[in-house]
């Protein structure tokens, strides 16, 4: 049997590409966040007492950074600027993003609004917040 050939090579390559795009991006973005530029990457724990934010904000001025509590949600927004020696260079390879970030996180628990900490040490800010009491139920079944 004969092998007929569609010029449609081409064109199925360059579909593939495109949603492979399509996918890198959808899935580079954490559910439940919203982004403006770069966003930075964060870790959320506990222990006994408290519920803990750190976010990875090497090279982000605190006095750039903006928190806002709105609600179950903490809204981390700054802006990292590149260094004044690298402006106007030739780049052989650029990976680190500069610029405005936006950050929200769901706190998973109910906090108390009044015990909030807020520090930034070696490029990460850790954000504290203390359990609300009461906050957990145990619920009998019959």
Known sequence: ???????ISKE?????????EVMDELF?????????GWMPAIDIYEDTTH?????DLAGVDSNSLELLLEGQYLRVSGNRRPPITIR????????VE????ERVIRIPLPI?????KAKMENGLLLVQFLKKEGSK?????K
């Open 1 to 7: 049997m004969p092998v007929i050939k569609i010029g």
């Open 12 to 20: 199925l390559d360059q579909l593939r590409k495109e949603f492979e």
């Open 28 to 36: 580079r973005v954490p559910f439940g966040s919203r982004t403006m």
């Open 51 to 55: 519920i803990y934010i750190v976010a």
């Open 88 to 95: 106007k260079k030739r780049f052989f390879q650029m990976e």
């Open 98 to 101: 500069y610029g405005p970030f």
């Open 112 to 116: 108390d609004k009044s015990e909030i």
């Open 137 to 141: 139920v145990s619920i009998s079944v």
